[in-house]
């Protein structure tokens, strides 16, 4: 990467030279070497953590296609399906329940005690699902395998994962358009960390560089991110957990004021000229462990617990 | 070290009564047939209330928790019914009854001055606090005070109905406050 290989030891001093300069004076320099691991460390762990995030799920297969809904419980509550097949949820329980999807894209209505319900899913999809008058009933259904025979094919943002179909539709939905968007939002902040990070410890301007270019664009894609997240709240907020869905908008909408003041800040550093310092970084630490928990709530309303 | 000494006496004080109150909230542990009693209170209450709900709402929304309500605890009601009658039990009042019932009056009372928008906010509210304080109430003095073990499951069985209530209360509520 590098085309002249620095000695350690002068490379060492030099950053710890830059390092008090730009931040601490009165702090030991075997600490500041310390701080440059745990801030690699944990900027990489996050990242990590991120990784993890943004996988859903995958329920155990399953062949029956019989869910029993008894004592408050769909059983079994992850059911795999081929497309083109029917699923009968049969209500033995002794009070009203309603199989509803958490995208909006079906619902059966009251299904009383002794009744049952039928649908076909034609195309492949992991879809969440819950009974509407007890909102802490709630299952998964994964249809697998992809067909082409008539049937709408929907894209949701429930089957973002490896089932959806193949076939490419224009998004539409703010249930498309949230989670396309928050993939560079949660791409780009934390590498921005990383980058100044990585500047610091090889004292590399073109890391800065990067890192700053990152967070504006982290800036001003993230207002999009949290609109897209707005239209999904007003138009399916319903559907959604309330619980979650009230954190996670207040803490979206407090991310978009949070990243703002982020890139300001990296602007001001980049007009001086000057690389970051420790204040700067804790700062943006605290606006990616943000977007950790945010994106885990998001990835919990979506996928389940 | 005259004011030390002041406060520790009263400290001490407090302390005791405290510790009293316990007791007496103790030896006052419902018996079963108390226990099918403070359940049958609590599903009329609830009726009670969603029937008033349907009466004054024109919201969609809130009806339609009010009919789920009635469903619920009708059914509810009948299997606690069903079960009393199997075990022999004949549900009585005690004091924790009457005060539901008393608390119940108030509520209706305060429902019945409230009109449009303030009455459904005024309704979701205290359907979230109500099955919020039933909950808690099962979960701390009627399941461990149930003697018989098919009362003390069919209590345990009722903990998800009333939590999904109170969901759905809650989302009730958070729509209410957002129009």
């Known amino acids: 990467m590098s085309r002249h290989q620095q000695h350690p030891h002068k490379y060492r001093s030099r950053s710890e030279a830059v390092f008090r300069e730009l931040t601490f004076s009165h702090v030991a320099p075997p600490l500041l070497h310390g701080c440059k691991i745990i801030l690699a460390a944990v900027a990489v762990a996050v990242l990590c953590a991120l990784g993890l995030g943004a996988q859903g799920a995958k329920p155990a297969s399953g062949t029956n296609h019989t869910v029993v809904i008894k004592q408050m419980h769909f059983d079994p509550s992850q059911q795999t399906v081929q497309a083109g097949e029917t699923v009968e949820w049969k ?49 998964t259904l994964m249809v697998q395998g992809a067909t082409e025979q008539g049937g709408q094919t929907k894209t949701t943002g429930t089957d973002a994962g490896s089932t959806a179909t193949l076939k490419w539709s224009p998004p539409r939905r703010p249930q498309e358009f949230h989670p396309i968007l928050v ?15 990585l500047g610091r410890i090889f004292r590399r301007q073109s890391f800065h560089h990067a890192a700053w270019w990152m967070v504006m664009y982290a800036a001003l894609i993230t207002p999009l991110t949290a609109a897209a997240g707005w239209w999904w709240r007003l138009t399916a907020g319903s559907a959604l957990p309330a619980k979650l869905i009230t954190v996670h908008q207040w803490l979206g909408t407090a991310a978009v004021l949070l990243f703002a003041a982020l890139a300001i800040w990296r602007w001001c550093i980049h007009k001086r000229d000057t690389s970051p310092g420790l204040a700067y970084l804790t700062f943006a630490l605290i606006a990616v462990l943000a977007l950790v928990y945010q994106g885990s709530l998001g990835g919990r309303m979506v996928f389940g617990q | 070290m005259k004011l030390s000494r002041f406060c520790f006496a009263a400290v001490f004080t407090s302390a005791v009564l405290f510790a009293a109150g316990g007791v007496k909230a103790y030896a006052q542990a419902p018996t079963d047939p108390q226990i099918a009693g403070i359940v049958q209170t609590a599903n009329q209450i609830d009726i009670n209330q969603a029937k008033l709900a349907l009466k004054k709402s024109t919201n969609p929304q809130v ?35 009457r005060q539901l019932k008393q608390q119940a009056a108030d509520e209706s009372k305060k429902l019945r001055g409230l009109h449009g928008k303030a009455f459904d906010k005024e309704y979701a509210s205290h359907e979230v606090a109500y099955h919020q304080a039933v909950i808690d109430a099962a979960k701390n003095t009627l399941i461990p005070n149930a003697k018989n073990a098919d009362l003390k499951s069919a209590l345990e069985g009722a903990a998800p109905l009333l939590q999904g209530h ?11 406050s957002g129009k």
């Open chain 2, 166 to 176: 109170m969901e759905h209360a809650q989302q009730l509520e958070q729509s209410l």
């Open chain 2, 63 to 97: 009806k339609e928790f009010a009919n789920q309500m009635i469903s619920d605890h009708t059914n509810l009601e009948k299997s606690v019914d069903d079960l009393a009658k199997k075990l022999g039990v004949t549900p009585e009042d005690s004091d924790t009854s």
């Open chain 1, 183 to 197: 993939n560079f939002t949660a791409a780009l902040l934390p590498l921005s960390l990383l980058s100044d990070i």
């Open chain 1, 91 to 139: 209500n033995e329980d002794i009070f009203s329940h309603t199989v509803t999807a958490d995208d909006g894209s079906f619902d059966s209505g009251l299904i009383d005690p002794g009744h049952s319900w039928q649908r076909t899913f034609k195309s492949a999809q992991t879809l969440a699902y819950h009974c509407r008058p007890h909102p802490n009933m709630r299952a």
